[in-house]
């Protein structure tokens, strides 16, 4: 037996469509934290090719002679690979906050178009919900009342008390 969303959506206390809408509508901050974590990022690890690069040059200017040279060499070229390692990398992040501002952007576009659009559902949603909250008030009263009843029934009160209770609660609605 499949399982259907829209058998589930409206899930306890009709709040399906409150969490889809506020997902979609944080969403967009969400996305800007994203954008700037890999801003950053980007930023550190920049600092980090650059760095790389100023050691690649320190370790070309060391002994080009002797026993350590060879390892000199080896340092040199590690350092300057990773150093373009690193600038890639930097390329990378710079690309992929591109492409998150692109979707931020989209994102928030689509969120008014829903908003407009959806604007008579999420009426529909806040009446449903101010519905249930009264009925289930109404439905508190009159189990107090019910009981209320019962108690006077077992303590034998007598037919007019019985009835002010009841009219007096007709009165209180």
């Known amino acids: 037996m499949p ?12 709040n399906g469509f409150d969490v889809l809408y506020h997902n979609m509508k944080y969403g967009y901050g969400a996305s800007k934290e994203l954008a700037d974590f890999f801003r950053e990022r980007s930023v550190i690890e920049e600092t980090h ?13 060391c002994c080009t002679q002797g026993t350590f040279a060879p390892f000199w ?11 373009t390692l690193h600038a890639q990398m930097v390329q990378r992040f710079q ?20 908003k407009e659009e959806e604007s008579s559902t999420l009426e529909v949603v806040q ?10 008030k109404a439905k508190e009263m009159y ?3 019910c ?8 303590e034998n009160a007598s037919l007019k008390e019985v009835e002010k209770v009841s009219y ?4 209180k609605n």
């Open 3 to 14: 399982v259907d969303f829209r058998d589930y959506f409206w899930g306890e206390g009709n």
């Open 49 to 61: 090719s650059k760095l790389l690069a100023k050691l690649a040059k320190h370790a070309s200017n």
């Open 73 to 83: 060499q080896l340092l040199k070229a590690s350092s300057e690979k990773l150093s």
């Open 95 to 114: 690309d992929l906050v591109k492409e998150v501002n692109k979707y931020c952007e989209e994102q928030h576009k689509r969120h008014k178009q829903v």
């Open 127 to 136: 009446y449903i919900q101010q519905t249930t909250l009264s009925l289930h």
């Open 143 to 145: 189990n107090s009342r």
């Open 147 to 154: 009981l209320e009843f019962e108690k006077l029934k077992r």
């Open 168 to 171: 007096m609660s007709i009165l």
